[in-house]
């Protein structure tokens, strides 16, 4: 069981291991996304401008997918420990899904984007829910400005959101929890390393990730089995 004490200031940080038990694919695993879609044909700037359908068609894939997906355990687990440690929580999720919201989790920063909204690739109109999927022959949605909708999502090359938010918390955390991520994508594969030596850091998910040496505890196995355990009161 992992002990909290009432000084304690948690910083989880979540990644596509979590939502896996709900089916939603991973991305580096086995049948993981980027072992059937090549990244820079469907998420990067450079794609976008190549062909922006291939891209609309890849993520209304996803989109019915986590459309259809349910919250496990783990995502409730993390939404408990939320209501018991209030602001002394702060999530920060690689994942675009909406798992954590419908587990109950109030405070959740998506740091590569929402699958759920969309915004204008031209002008300031701020990032708006879009549950539509744009498969053809649907038309390619415009902006009232003339100007492409893409998916809010941080793609390759581009810069995650929030990172003044999530560096200010991960300088206050004591207890640093990576769940269910390769620790391969930067920059959360160095959020660890970032911490280390000042907070306690502890990995849980299936496999070792590629920084596990970062890690003071490592947990493996099924977020959705470990966690609920790791947490219980
Ligand atoms: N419980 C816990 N961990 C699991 C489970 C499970 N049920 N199933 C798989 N895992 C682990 C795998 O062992 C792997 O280490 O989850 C990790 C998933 O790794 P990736 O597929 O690389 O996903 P992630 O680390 O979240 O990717 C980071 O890369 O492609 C980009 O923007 C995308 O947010 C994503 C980022």
Not at 140 to 162: A, K, N, Q, S, T
Not at 164 to 188: K, N, Y
Not at 201 to 214: D, H, L, V
């Amino acid at each position: 069981m992992l002990t909290i004490s009432p000084s304690d200031r948690v910083f989880v940080l979540a990644g596509a291991g979590v939502s896996a038990e709900s089916g939603i694919p991973t991305f580096r695993g086995v049948n993981g996304l980027w072992r059937n879609y090549r990244i820079e044909e469907v998420a990067s700037p450079h794609a976008w401008n190549r062909d922006p359908r291939l891209i609309w068609e890849f993520y209304s894939m996803r989109r019915r997918v986590a459309a259809a997906a349910k919250p496990n355990p783990a995502h409730f687990a993390l939404a408990k420990l939320e209501q018991t440690l209030g602001e002394r929580m702060f999530l920060c999720t690689q994942n675009v899904d909406n798992l954590h919201e419908q587990a109950g989790s109030k405070n959740v920063i998506h740091m590569h984007g929402e699958l759920f909204k969309s915004r204008c690739d031209r002008c300031n109109l701020p990032p708006f829910r879009d549950t539509n999927i744009y498969d053809p022959p649907a038309e390619l949605p415009r902006c009232d400005c003339g100007g492409r909708i893409r998916p809010h999502i941080c793609w390759f090359g581009e810069v995650p959101f929030d990172l003044d938010r999530i560096f200010h918390a991960l300088d206050e955390c004591t207890v640093f929890m990576a769940v269910g991520t390769s620790g391969v994508v930067e920059p959360a594969a160095s959020f660890v390393a970032h911490v280390g030596g000042r907070a306690r850091t502890i990995y849980i998910g299936a496999e070792e990730p590629a920084n596990a040496s970062a890690f003071t505890g490592c947990h493996l196995g099924k977020a959705g089995e470990i966690l609920p355990r790791l947490l219980s009161e």
